[in-house]
């Protein structure tokens, strides 16, 4: 495994060296790494590039890691991931991406998992994503993730990306059965000329299905983001977006949140805020003795906490 992926396994995925329970591990395409346990195999996909991984009916507290890496520029990586969680599993999935590139060359990868949680599964799925090097190379990833949750299946994801990353469009859809709940919790920082793309689209087909989409965000110098959600509720169901985000500098954000209700007991609201960091809030931490910068500093670093 190259010393350049080791670094950049370190900032998406708390590696220290090794991993504990089923893990796959991958580089520039290919696989530098992979383990399966008793209870989750991972194998390789058949007709396309990347891997099945089934964790088996009643599995508890158990991990699972499929970061991926790619290390230098002119890679265009794309791999297919599809998770079968058994019934009443309770597990969590950490997926996180890392691009780099040190010369004029773009690197990217494109992930695209689906989700196949059965009846009383639960998952935490975790997504770090960062992009590093000087070079002028466009770093780009491209996350696709889509969801099928069954009867009281439970999905919570928690994803980030928090600089290095240039060009990045994140589709996320989602299918709900009954009693299924979904929770997404997204932060996102963009500087320089970044650009993001985030677009939600939950359907919530089963009778007391729940969704809360949270995004909050940070564009600075020239960076520009959009924001899309749909949430649609064809049952009694309940679903909630809400999208924050800090402009600073020359930042641009768009927001577009849309609710659908196709029945009279579908519960949905949306809340959507865009603004400038409070003067008040930088004048407070100025009087305790930090820099205008510092002090800004911290206010981001709490927002996206």
Not at 43 to 59: A, F, N, S, V, W
Request: aromatic letters at 4%; a negative charge.
């Amino acid at each position: 495994m190259k010393s350049k992926t080791e670094e950049l396994l370190k900032l998406i995925s708390n590696w220290d060296g090794t991993f504990t329970g089923a893990f796959n591990i991958r580089e520039d395409g290919g696989c530098a790494g992979r383990q399966s346990t008793e209870h989750i195999k991972i194998e390789t996909k058949q007709d396309l590039p990347g891997l099945d991984i089934r964790i088996l009916p009643g599995t508890k507290g158990e991990t699972v890691s499929i970061p991926a890496c790619v290390t230098h520029g002119d890679v265009d990586d794309l791999v297919y991931n599809d998770f079968y969680v058994g019934e009443y599993a309770d597990v969590t999935i950490v997926a996180g991406c890392g691009v780099h590139t040190e010369n004029g060359e773009p690197a990217r990868h494109n992930g695209i998992h689906r989700f196949f949680l059965e009846k009383g599964a639960r998952v935490k799925y975790v997504e770090k994503h960062v992009g590093t090097g000087r070079g002028a190379g466009i770093r780009s990833i491209d996350p696709v993730t889509q969801c099928d949750l069954k009867e009281d299946a439970v999905l919570e994801m928690d994803t980030s990306q928090i600089g290095g990353v240039d060009r990045t469009t994140r589709k996320t859809k989602a299918t709900l059965g009954k009693g299924a709940k979904l929770v997404i919790r997204e932060r996102l920082l963009t500087e320089g000329e970044q650009q993001a793309h985030t677009d939600f689209e939950v359907v919530m087909e089963g009778e007391g299905s729940t969704v809360n989409l949270v995004s909050r965000s940070v564009a600075r110098g020239d960076s520009y983001q959009a924001y899309r959600s749909r949430i649609v509720g064809n049952v009694p169901c309940a679903g909630h977006s809400e999208c924050d985000a800090i402009i600073a500098d020359r930042g641009r954000v768009d927001a577009s949140p849309e609710l659908v209700a196709n029945h009279g007991d579908a519960a949905l609201i949306h809340e959507a805020a865009i603004g400038k960091i409070a003067g008040e809030q930088i004048m407070k931490l100025r009087t305790l003795g930090l820099t205008e910068q510092e002090a800004e500093e911290k206010i981001v670093e709490g927002f996206l906490s």
